[in-house]
């Protein structure tokens, strides 16, 4: 069993999975989540940049750098090692509860799941 | 980043602090709009407003922050419209002068004599005389409930000519003939009973008729026909008139209510975002905010519940004073020292933060 482990938000546990592997800018971010839901979770821009605030503030991501597109300064963000660790206490955290919810269901219906 | 869709996405992002990245914002709103779009859809707006007022109030990882800040925008709202309404009490129309007041009542209760009929001073009183700096003490240590309404008005004393009951059947009578609107009696007790043998159904009691007409309240009080049996010069029937509330009341309450809000979460956001982190004052300024909300919700979470039980238990003619309601000035003390606290506590947050450090505020842009 996991403990110690403070459940996590969808949105953000979605975040920082989006900024595992890539560092990414605000709209790069809402496409990633996007896509890690299959379309289910669409962040808004406001809810986005409290939930990167919060996640700064916290230790768990951090700016990265700057590009300039189309007259446009994007701002790129990273996940720091603290977040790196939040997200695999979560992951482990949810893992185990979907493991054992599969294992009630194929004991309820065998074969379904 | 021009266009109408970027200038109403601007005029959202006025919600954030000035300070906030608002143009790295608008870029990734502007990236996430699709083609065409030109003006934010309603749930984008709703979600920039709430997320920028959240971002004024700082520290992104408290999760308390937005709770306190409802509570002081909420009664600082409330207490900035009560003294607005104090403000428009002042529209109202002087109480009619002693002559007229005498006349009044002959209309009303022929063939009573009523005396002690004099000018009303102000249009609020505190044991008949106008608020100033010698009463000022009353007000605040214990007797702000005498800071009331003021009201023109006299008794008549000596043996009864006819029972109570008969002058306030007669007033009521006049009152209907002459356009008042008439409310039902109250009767209360007029001393409870110290212990057996006591049979309520014989104490003596006091009726008051309520009665209204325009912006003029009428209140007769009659003692039961207990006085009837006095030989002795006495006092058994009283009368009296006070304005109602002023229309301009209302437009009072709500527009200085907004504004007193407004203010106070702007205050309050500045403050909480000036002492996060390594601020000298940071805890100071975090108690005397807790005990001004303390003094400020404890007696209006006393006295809201008892005004509304108080309204709906006997017939008002008029609204009481919005003060009234929130426990004040009965509760003035607590007022001004939760305003003494507020006050030293914005002070205090205004003081130089080490040099080290600049406001905390996200990546600005």
């Given amino acids: 069993m996991i403990r110690g482990v403070k459940p996590m938000r969808e949105p953000t546990f979605l975040i920082l999975t989006a900024l595992a592997g890539a560092s990414r800018h605000g709209y790069g971010i809402v496409q990633e989540v996007e896509a890690l839901s299959e379309g289910r979770v669409s962040l808004l821009t406001g809810t986005l940049y409290t939930a990167l605030d919060r996640l700064t503030a916290e230790g768990l991501v951090e700016h990265d750098h700057d590009e300039e597109v189309d007259g446009r300064v994007r701002h790129y963000y990273r996940l720091t090692a603290p977040g790196l660790t939040a997200l695999t206490a979560e992951t482990a955290r949810l893992r185990q509860l979907t493991g054992a919810a599969e294992a009630r269901l194929r004991a309820l219906r065998p074969g379904l799941v | 980043m021009a266009g109408p869709l970027a200038r109403r996405y601007r005029r959202l992002l006025f919600c954030y602090p000035r300070t906030h990245r608002r143009d790295e914002l608008l870029a990734t709103l502007l990236d996430a709009a699709p083609p065409g779009r030109t003006r934010p859809t309603a749930r984008e707006a709703a979600n920039l407003i709430r997320h920028g007022l959240r971002a004024r109030l700082g520290r992104p990882a408290s999760r308390t922050v937005g709770a306190w800040a409802i509570l002081a925008t909420i009664i600082s ?197 000036r002492t996060t982190g390594r601020h000298p004052a940071r805890w100071v300024v975090t108690t005397l905010f807790h005990v001004t909300m303390v003094f400020w919700w404890a007696p209006t979470l006393v006295a809201v519940p008892s005004s509304v039980w108080h309204h709906l238990d006997e017939p008002h003619p008029s609204w009481r004073p919005m003060w009234e309601w929130l426990g004040q000035p009965v509760f003035s003390l607590f007022f001004v020292v939760g305003g003494g606290c507020a006050l030293l506590g914005v002070a205090l947050a205004a003081l130089p933060r080490p040099r080290t450090e600049t406001v905390p505020t996200t990546a600005p842009s």
Avoid at chain 2, 92 to 117: D, K
Avoid at chain 2, 142 to 147: H, L, S, V, W
Wanted: hydrophobic fraction near 45%.
């Fill in chain 2, 77 to 273: 709202g409330i207490f900035a419209a009560a003294f607005a309404t104090r403000a428009a009490w002042e529209t109202a129309e002087p109480l009619p002068r002693a002559a007229q007041t005498r006349a009044m009542l002959a209309e009303i209760l022929p063939g009573q004599e009523f005396i002690g009929i004099e000018d009303a001073p102000a249009a609020f009183t505190i044991y008949g005389a106008p608020l100033s700096w010698a009463t000022v003490d009353d007000l605040l240590l214990g007797d702000g409930g005498e800071y009331a309404l003021a009201e023109v008005g006299g008794v008549v004393r000596g043996v009864p000519t006819r029972s109570p009951q008969e002058a306030l059947d007669l007033a009521r009578q006049r009152l209907l003939a002459t356009g008042w609107t008439v409310y039902r009696p109250v009767v209360h007790d007029m001393y409870g009973c110290v212990g057996p043998p006591c049979d309520p159904a014989t104490l003596p009691t006091s009726t008051t008729l309520l009665a209204r007409r325009g912006n003029t309240t009428l209140a007769i009080e009659a003692d039961s026909a207990d006085s009837m049996n006095s030989v002795v010069d006495t006092t058994y029937l009283s009368a009296s008139f006070q304005r109602t509330t002023p229309p301009a009341v209302y437009p009072f309450a709500i527009i200085g209510g907004l504004a007193g809000a407004v203010v106070a979460f702007l205050l309050f956001s500045w403050a909480s975002r």
